[in-house]
């Protein structure tokens, strides 16, 4: 039967109990669900070897799927795997323009296998040259590029077929602080001026919490959390309020009955307590406290960071996880990148 | 599926181009074979001038080595005469089985991904990798002739050559180039690491060349060689090329030979486009 090529979308990504098994007993990815908006920026966050790029692969048809259905762009992923294909942009971890080409050849090329027509491919070249900055390297061998151009040039060649969804897997992945940061501007742009729908995954949890709509973590192949960065942060107890008073009556009951006040401790005059949103409850608090007479002395509160949710959520930080990688992960790694 | 074959064979192409150093060995390799192999190997320089205390005119010299040429040689003017079409198979063998390092290179470095999300079919992959061989090894092969013709005391082409000739050889060898191309290209695509494939193509390509006339005259092989030769498809292009090459018209007997080793090479490059294409959609196919 045809695929057809024009549907109705309403969710952009959709898996239902998603599994990748690597024969023998590597199970990478274990009955993971999720749904992506139209629109949305979603992230999957997650250690190395925690089944990110497996799930990408999956999405992207360039791994097989165990068991579970995965719809992108309203096409099945087993069954119209060409129609998928052709909605998607894929920008991988590895920087993969050809060294030997100028940049512009790399674009034309990248266009030419979308099957964008010959009159346009030009123009829309040169358009993501001029969007991505490297307008001046057009005519330059990628060879000669800095890490941050191959990065740039590699999401303009995932964009050039104008596609309805983009994955980036690891979008910033070995870039300095200022590329970083550059790469996130463009990200940004794509998705609030193109509507574009990017499912990305990262280790990086600043990038997920600065540009993510909606963060899933995952953990040994399985979804432990998802929703949008703000709750998961909230779901941990929001932030920690520190208040400091002027000599007098002991609050603590009055802070405990300020709602979803919580964790109220007090050390001589100053009081620490937890609140999902200081912003909401700070005008009661001060307002109570005023009309008891006190005077606040000092104020400050944090808010908790994505760390800590993946603290909680896995038993260990981002950072332990960079730093110690299992063998037996580098090396499933390693096989699944060959 | 043609555009995609195009796109893909044309930036192969494009980078090949652009380096020298790529092309460059090939005719090194042609030229120290023909040129200093040829001459220092020519076995029609090693018969002796005094057998048994009997000595040899130069006369009669000479008219044994005429007779060893024609009757061993297939006629040749000379050895490299000879030589020239087994070097340019040689050439064809070490180019296609060597020409998948690049494709291996593509799935290491991750542009094989970015081909296989791409909405291009499978076919065009590989049949772009044999198409890019091809090309790269039949320009070798077509230069390869030239220095051999230009070379002193070359190659010697038979009375009467022509362009039918020339085409004919260079179909023979370009029926072979396609079907070495098409397991060589396979072969690339399924295995992982370029160690891999390096070893495969070392166990696979000498006992090929040397299982052929190629290098040899038929004459002196034993009968079990004699049976691996003559079904050996670099015996097939290289016979039917040398045939053209040093006879140059041919006699009803020696056409019905080319037009035999013709329909073997055809039916041979058929039969491993084929397998080539099964067993590389195999390697394509999500895991």
Redesign the interface.
Known sequence: MPEKLVRKVTAVIQAENLSKLYPPRTRAVEGVSFKVDEGEVFGFLGPNGAGKTTTIKMLTTLASITSGEAKVAGYDVKRESSSVRKSIGVVPQELTADDELKGIENLILSARLHHVPRSESTKKAQDLLKLFDLEEAAQRRVRTYSGGMRRRLQMAMGLVHSPKVMFLDEPTLGLDIQTRTKVWDYIRRLNKERGLTVFMTTHYLEEADGLCDRIAIIDHGVIKVSDTPSHLKEKIGGDVLTIGLSDGEDLTQFFNSVPDVSDVSREGQVYKMKIPRTERALPTIIEGVTKRGLKITEISFTKPTLDEVFLEVTGRTMREEEGVQESWIQNVNLERAT | MF??LA??TG?AL??WI??PAAVLPGLFTAVFYLALFGNSFNPTSLIPSNIGGFQLTTAELEQIRVSILSQTFGGAATYISYLTAGIISLILVFNMAFGGIDLVLD?????L????????SRASIYFSGVAQNMVKAMTLALLTFLIAVVLPNGLILGRGFGVLDFLGAMGAFALLAFALSCVFTALALSV??IDSLVAIVNFATFPLVFTSTALFPEGGFPSWLLSISNVNPITKATDAARLLMVNGILSSAQLTTFAWDGVYLLVFAVAMALLGYLAANRAL???
Do not use: C, H, M, V
């Open positions: 555009g995609d796109a893909l930036r494009r980078k652009r380096n799935r290491q470095l991750g542009f991904n970015t081909l296989l999300t791409a909405p291009i992982k690491s196919s999500p895991k």
